[in-house]
């Protein structure tokens, strides 16, 4: 089953928690169940997304946070756009909390070139983090320039316990995104924005170091990734194919250059359509829920808690949250 041939389901209309700040790009569940996530100013913010919203400031990367990981201890992995791969304490929350944290840089810099465009981690239980770098080209500002270049410059990363600097598992990734380990750690999953697939690297077992494709031909751009308790990766789908992308993509290079020194300028809005999927271990589809003029665009992550989905985006000025239907 691909998933051209699974008819997607309506995603329920999805309830906006405003932050006092944009681009939630992802968004993760603390122990508490409390949504963490950060913003274009570089705060890390907690809301609960039960009762009465309440938002805090719980730190401030000093850069521009994209993925976050929540660590067994409640600390944080950030991977910032400007500053690299940090590891956030969060500060006491609530009146007395000064709301800075503490930021400890991990990973700025590798084989002595910046480390550019950090953007999403997940840790293994004994430490070992795995993190991804979208491109080496193009900034966080110029996304749509590195997917109209299909640079194809993004890695995956390993930085084992006590490692000085992160050794390079998986590179020539197209557009590298979210990342998420299966649940006996026997395998990394990464999203490929620019291919529409999600590339899978085994770790242990008969076929450690092998590379395969868990599943391919998205209907989407597949962002941010995360793991339910029953093993389903949900995959944030940032926006529909277009025939016009996978077109430029096969041009020319000088082609594709000229046309993104045309369309910089214009700052391109994204189709005001939500669509989320989950994908079970095997590479099947689960879910596959879109909304139409959901009110709620650039889905960039999502995660499953306790019935409900919370959705990140690059460009809101909240998260959403909705009910999670139930397996037809």
């Known amino acids: 089953m691909t998933p051209r041939r699974t008819a997607p389901r309506p995603l329920p209309s999805p309830r906006r928690i405003l932050l006092g700040g944009t681009g939630p790009e992802d968004v993760v569940a603390d122990h508490e169940g409390r949504v963490v996530t950060g913003v274009e100013d570089g705060r890390i913010l907690r809301a609960n997304t039960q009762g009465p919203a309440r938002v805090e400031q719980i ?11 929540v660590l067994r201890d409640g600390r944080l992995l950030v991977c910032d756009a400007e500053r690299g791969l940090l590891r956030v304490t969060p500060s006491v929350g609530g009146p007395g909390g000064s709301g800075e944290g ?107 170091g092998r590379r395969d494709t868990l599943i391919e031909d998205l209907p989407g751009f597949p962002d941010n990734l995360s793991r339910a308790a029953d093993g389903t990766i949900w995959v944030a789908l940032a926006g529909p194919r ?66 409900t989905l919370v959705l990140g985006s690059l460009l809101e000025d909240g998260v959403a949250v909705c009910e999670l239907p139930e397996l037809s």
């Open 59 to 69: 730190a401030r990367t000093g850069g521009r946070p994209l993925g976050l990981e």
């Open 102 to 208: 503490r930021v400890e840089v991990l990973v700025d810099s590798v084989a002595g070139a910046p480390l550019r465009f950090c953007s999403n981690a997940a840790a293994a239980a004994e430490g070992t983090v795995y993190f991804t770098a979208s491109s080496t080209r193009y900034g966080l500002q110029d996304w749509l320039g590195d997917l109209m270049a299909h640079t194809a410059t993004g890695r995956l990363f390993r930085l084992r316990p006590g490692a000085d600097a992160p050794e390079v598992l998986l590179d020539g990734l197209d557009f590298a995104n979210g990342v998420v380990l299966s649940e006996d750690e026997s395998c990394v999953v990464v999203a490929e924005t620019g291919a529409y697939r999600l590339t899978r690297l085994w770790l242990s077992g008969p076929r450690a």
């Open 242 to 307: 277009q025939a016009s992308l996978d077109w430029l993509r096969r041009a020319p290079v000088p082609v594709r250059r000229a046309v993104w020194r045309a369309v910089r300028p214009l700052h391109i809005r994204p189709l005001p359509v939500a669509r989320v999927m989950g994908i079970g271990p095997d590479g099947g589809v689960r879910h596959n829920l879109r909304r139409r003029r959901a009110g709620y665009r650039m889905v960039t992550s999502v995660y499953a808690h306790e019935g």
